[in-house]
């Protein structure tokens, strides 16, 4: 059995394949290592493969028309992006950058469509984890476009919380330091704005930050600002 195999099942986009078909996709896959603050693809490259984030963390990324980045997300190991490139061969839609020192097996689409030539279930497996995560992408839309500060900076966190939370007595503490700026970007507004609005909710006592790390005390409170937006 492949060394990538026992991996393969916990991520998502394969969670449902058997043991034969992770096989197919595990011999093809390569693994590459990424520094720091490396680009792994900027938006308008070609698209030609899939990753995986093994270990380490990225973020997806988009500029307005007036250079300002905004971040779309942020991916952790068994999250997967360039999954469109598989299917349609377009150049990428966003850049994707490594927060920290990360590592991706890359499935490159000549593999994948010679694969699924075989083994087409692959194919539809993949095309419903998809269409699941598109959902998630309209819901981000409709925040951005309708949901007022209190609400947009109440999604960020309780999704930041949701993927990489940890209980304490206080509260969910949100184990990894990202910047105002960075969580400004998360939130689409501006740092002054996600400064602002963080305030309040600490003044309210929904919140803590220290040293950049974030700790929710209140979690209803968030909640509560997301179904009011």
């Known amino acids: 059995m492949h060394p990538h195999i026992d991996f393969l099942k916990k991520v998502p986009l394969f969670e449902e394949l058997s043991d034969a078909e992770l096989q197919q996709l595990a011999v093809v896959m390569r693994e590459h290592h990424y520094r720091k603050h490396a680009t792994i693809f900027h938006i308008g490259d070609p698209g030609n493969a899939l990753f995986i984030l093994k270990s380490g963390l990225v973020k997806v990324t988009i500029e307005d028309r007036h250079g300002r980045e905004m971040i779309l997300r942020m991916l952790y190991p068994m999250d997967f992006f360039g999954e469109m490139s598989l299917i349609d061969g377009m ?28 083994s087409p279930r692959i194919l539809l497996h993949i095309a419903a984890v998809l269409s699941r995560r598109l959902r998630k992408v309209n819901e981000l839309i409709y925040s ?86």
Do not use: N, W
């Open 91 to 118: 150049p990428r839609s966003a850049t994707i950058v490594a927060q920290e020192p990360s590592t991706a097996l890359i499935l490159y689409r000549d593999h994948f469509l010679h694969i699924i030539d075989k």
């Open 144 to 229: 951005l476009a309708f949901s007022d500060v209190y609400g947009k900076v109440a999604r960020v966190l309780l999704t930041l919380a949701a993927e990489k939370g940890r209980a304490t007595e206080e509260g969910t503490v949100i184990d990894m330091r990202l910047t105002q700026q960075e969580l400004a970007e998360l939130a689409g507004m501006s740092r002054e704005t996600m400064t602002r609005t963080l305030r309040d909710f600490q003044q309210a006592g929904c919140l803590r930050v220290e040293s950049g790390i974030i700790t929710i005390l209140e979690i209803e409170m968030l909640e509560r600002e997301l179904r009011r937006a």
